[in-house]
């Protein structure tokens, strides 16, 4: 029988996506673990698997809580607002721990890395090549994700999906040249401290704009079956502030360690 409330909040149906989450996500790490110690990867595919079902089906149910159930009133999408810009605040304390690392380090080397920077034997790479390009591009995704969004202000959904289409496509080169870029280095992660700090924060900021590229082609899925319209689209938004936030994050890294670290 269908029950109906007297208050605009959503008081979420149990579900099972919150366990099977935390279980793909263990599975995940210890066949991380598994995969660096005895280098196989049968338990990492298996945490994998679990982990991309998990997310398939609790973003579906999500998705019909917020679109055929009505389930997402104006005072809910308020409180999902503020829950998505503490969550872009946690990202920049997040980051903001390695940009204190690399310049805690940087503008005092100490004698163990020869009271230089960059470290000697370390050769950094060419801030006017790949990095650049990739610069360029994100600047540019950044320019499209804003059509998007202006496009869905005024229902062109058209318009959407081609700069939708196009975001996603730039995202994924940025990836393919990020990590040709990894291949191509002349220093590994244990090369001192300059190692440690620019694969961690380059390296977390790849894995943002991959989860940040899978939001975006939810969206866009999402568009194509008319999930979206102009007076509701906070799951379109979510996305497109998360991308402005990698893409600022991006900048940072660019000047601070690509090219002053230089």
Wanted: aromatic letters at 20%; charged letters at 10%.
């Amino acid at each position: 029988m269908k029950t109906y409330s007297n208050h605009p909040f959503h008081l979420v149906d149990y579900s099972p996506w919150p366990l099977t989450g935390a279980i793909g996500v263990l599975t995940l790490m210890t066949g991380l673990i598994k995969w660096f110690h005895n280098y196989s990867i049968n338990l990492l595919l298996l945490g994998y698997i679990i982990t991309i079902l998990t997310m398939f089906q609790w973003w579906r149910d999500i998705s019909r809580e917020g679109t055929f159930q009505g389930k997402h009133t104006m005072l809910v999408t308020k409180g999902l607002r503020w829950g998505m810009i503490l969550f872009i605040i946690s990202e920049i304390f997040f980051f903001l721990s390695f940009f204190w690392a690399f310049f805690h380090s940087s503008l005092s080397p100490n004698m163990k890395i020869g009271m230089l920077w960059p470290p000697m034997n370390i050769t950094p790479f060419n801030p006017f090549q790949i990095p650049l390009l990739n610069t360029i591009i994100l600047i540019s995704s950044g320019i499209t994700v804003t059509w998007a969004h202006h496009a869905l202000m005024e229902n062109n959904l058209t318009q959407v999906n081609q700069s939708l289409f196009i975001t996603i496509l730039l995202g994924i080169y940025f990836t393919i040249l990020q990590a040709y870029e990894y291949l191509e280095a002349p220093f590994t992660i244990a090369d001192s401290i300059y190692g440690s700090t620019f694969f961690m924060a380059t390296g977390f900021h790849g894995i943002h704009v991959m989860i940040g590229t899978i939001f975006l082609f939810i969206c866009f899925m999402r568009n194509i079956n008319n999930h979206f319209s102009k007076s509701h689209h906070f799951g379109f938004e979510a996305a497109a502030w998360y991308w402005h936030f990698v893409d600022v994050i991006w900048l940072f890294l660019y000047i601070s360690i690509y090219w002053w670290g230089n």
